[in-house]
């Protein structure tokens, strides 16, 4: 695998069903194996495996770096915790991650979300796991209970809008 220099430049695009293998095999840095999280995420976005309190209206972006996948984010409409929107999985390759691809990838996440009319959004994310809830917390997510994070706000971490100039 290239190692990315310190500005990583990556694509972004929504993720089809193709993209699946790719998404399962960067879950399994995690935890689980390809098959696994092949059902998984496949069920997910075929909309056939719901998560809890889930709605149907859900999406998954992809990063590519020099034509390959090495991260993804997906997320749901939700009625759970009170919340209009859950984050499901966010997950960037190793060598790739401190260089933007993570936030990148939740910004696209945000814009559909604040799209959908969906700005209070939480995640589930594990006590025992302090990078993932630091990086949460870094970009405006507050406990919401013990295995949850919420963004009060999401839109909060979509850029600025840039005023038209005047003529």
Not at 50 to 75: C, K, N, S, W
Not at 155 to 163: D, F, H, S, V
């Amino acid at each position: 695998m290239a190692s990315p220099e310190s500005s990583v430049c990556c694509r972004y695009r929504q993720a089809s069903k193709g993209d699946v293998p790719d998404m399962a095999r960067i879950r399994t840095y995690d935890w689980g194996s390809e098959e696994y999280w092949n059902e998984r995420i496949g069920g997910y976005l075929d909309r056939v495996s719901h998560p809890e309190q889930a709605l149907m209206p859900r999406v998954a972006y992809i990063a590519t770096a020099d034509g390959m996948t090495v991260g993804f984010v997906a997320g749901h409409l939700t009625r759970r915790l009170d919340c209009q929107g859950e984050l499901e999985w966010i997950n960037v390759l190793p060598d790739y991650r401190k260089h933007g691809v993570g936030l990148a990838l939740l910004r696209f996440l945000a814009a559909w979300f604040v799209g959908q009319g969906a700005v209070r959004v939480c995640v589930d994310v594990n006590p025992a796991n302090p990078d993932a809830r630091h990086f949460y917390a870094r970009h405006g997510a507050i406990p919401l209970k013990r295995h949850f994070l919420v963004w009060e706000n999401i839109a909060a971490l979509l850029p600025p809008k840039r005023a038209a100039p005047k003529p």
